[in-house]
């Protein structure tokens, strides 16, 4: 017979499995057919963090790196994936408290709940370099899924995703080297 504590971790399972079905809306805004998950975000979220972890200097946790990587959209389960223009209409920190609040919740009565809250936490403030790798990784999976979304579906009105991919404003260089060979493809597919 299940333990209460057991009905709790399959609620949360329940939930988290939204995430396989909640569309990341700035693809579906711009007309994308079919867009990615958050689920399949997170999962190339992560597989380009496993990968940077192997070419940055200085040591780093795997595990937390990779931990962070699976948990950063998390709470988007509970409060859906919001567009960067809708987020521009909120107050200063909104969304990020929207989401703090909804991970409470999604995790309150678990035994990893303070575990992946701090994880979670250390993500959004930025001040780590665990966190600026897996931010990193973050925004290079937005490019290399808007690159194949003009290269497959041949949408035109992407750009926008390309405005902030500043080499320069990434924190590791192998991050730099990556942005700037995703715009040299991307420049390629113009000729």
């Known amino acids: 017979m299940p333990t209460r504590s057991t009905d709790r971790l399959l609620d949360m399972l329940l939930r988290a499995n939204r995430l396989k ?26 597989l380009l ?12 946790d795997r595990a937390k790196v990779l931990g962070m990587a699976i948990l950063h959209d998390l709470p988007e389960c509970e409060i859906g994936d919001l ?33 992946w809250r701090a994880i979670w936490q250390e993500y959004a ?25 003009e290269r497959t579906t041949g949408q035109r009105e992407l750009g926008e995703f390309w405005e902030h991919a500043r080499a320069e404003s990434f924190a590791f260089e192998p991050s730099r080297d990556l942005v700037r060979a995703l715009t040299r493809a991307r420049g390629a597919r113009d000729r």
């Open 125 to 149: 403030d930025q001040g780590t370099p665990e966190a600026r790798l897996v931010r990193d990784a973050d925004r290079l999976d937005l490019l290399l899924q808007a690159l194949v979304y």
């Open 21 to 46: 079905t909640t569309r990341r809306a700035g693809w579906a805004v711009r007309g994308v057919p079919a867009p990615e998950s958050v689920a399949d975000h997170s999962q190339g979220t992560a």
């Open 83 to 115: 567009t960067t223009a809708a987020v521009r209409h909120l107050p200063p920190g909104a969304k990020t408290a929207a989401e703090a609040g909804a991970l409470a919740e999604l995790l309150a009565g678990l035994p990893c709940g303070e575990s």
């Open 49 to 60: 963090a496993l990968l940077l972890l192997d070419q940055v200097e200085g040591p780093l």
